[in-house]
């Protein structure tokens, strides 16, 4: 539900720094990493100085790339 009003909210116009932050804290409670990265970096587009942002984005970043380095040596099991 989360998700969808920032989504919303962001098709409405809103661009803020704080929707992106949200938005990308949503994704991370779902496991969308990638997802919760991209909101980050726009978050952080918006608002540089942003220390929660950099920090959600720097760790779910390297989440990201060691869950994408498993998906490549491990593959789906095909």
Known sequence: WAIMSYKKARSLGSKSAK???ALGMAYKAKGEFGLCENCMKLALEKEPNNKKALK??????????????FDRIFGDGE
């Open 56 to 69: 959600i984005y720097n760790s779910v970043a390297n989440l990201s790339t060691k869950m994408k380095k």
């Open 19 to 21: 929707l992106y932050y």
